[in-house]
């Protein structure tokens, strides 16, 4: 059955006889219901694209190091890299594209100083700075993370 989508006017729906009245109508339904089932189609083709795409977390357990996890569905290059700011050394490189990663990034036996972590997932970036204070015992601060039982470290996220 072909149905129009060209609106009719008033006028030829009053000159009409009333079984074509009828007939437009019932129409309304099946067209009512293929537009909602384009919606739902265009609504889980946007899911699944959201679904492949990196999701990132970072977290600070403790006062000396970081966890980076990283789930990668669509299986895109990533990598993973600590920077010394004041030498300008890099201390890890780690390159995959694996379709999920974790690490914990001890900072313990660094020198006090600063440190960016740096983490790029296909075209994504993103950035922690890191602050190593010169302490008996190593305290990192990264800004926008909370460290548990450590009220003076706190973290951040920079994306």
Same mark, same amino acid.
């Given at each position: 059955?072909?149905?129009?989508?060209?609106?009719?006017?008033?006028?030829?729906?009053?000159?009409?006889?009333? %079984?074509?009245?009828? %007939? *437009?109508?019932?129409?309304?339904?099946?067209?009512?219901?293929?537009?909602?089932?384009?919606?739902?189609?265009? *609504?889980?083709?946007?899911?699944?694209?959201?679904?492949?795409?990196?999701?990132?977390?970072?977290?600070?357990?403790?006062?000396?190091?970081?966890?980076?996890?990283?789930?990668?569905?669509?299986?895109?290059?990533? %990598?993973?890299?600590?920077?010394?700011?004041?030498?300008?050394?890099?201390?890890?490189?780690?390159?995959?594209?694996?379709?999920?990663?974790?690490?914990?990034?001890?900072?313990?036996?660094?020198?006090? *100083?600063?440190?960016?972590?740096?983490?790029?997932?296909?075209?994504?970036?993103?950035?922690?700075?890191?602050?190593?204070?010169?302490?008996?015992?190593?305290?990192?601060?990264?800004? *926008?993370?909370?460290?548990?039982?450590?009220?003076?470290?706190?973290?951040?996220?920079?994306?």
């Amino acid at each position: 059955m072909k149905f129009s989508l060209a609106p009719r006017s008033a006028q030829s729906l009053a000159g009409a006889p009333i %079984q074509n009245r009828i %007939q *437009g109508l019932s129409a309304a339904p099946y067209l009512r219901a293929t537009l909602l089932g384009a919606l739902v189609v265009l *609504g889980s083709a946007g899911t699944a694209l959201a679904q492949d795409a990196p999701t990132v977390k970072a977290k600070q357990p403790n006062a000396q190091s970081l966890w980076v996890t990283i789930d990668n569905p669509a299986q895109q290059r990533m %990598q993973l890299r600590v920077v010394s700011l004041s030498t300008n050394n890099c201390l890890v490189n780690e390159v995959n594209s694996q379709p999920s990663y974790g690490t914990q990034l001890n900072f313990r036996n660094l020198p006090a *100083g600063k440190y960016a972590v740096l983490l790029r997932v296909g075209q994504e970036r993103y950035r922690y700075n890191v602050q190593v204070e010169s302490q008996t015992q190593t305290i990192i601060s990264v800004p *926008g993370l909370t460290v548990p039982n450590a009220s003076e470290a706190v973290a951040s996220v920079v994306r």
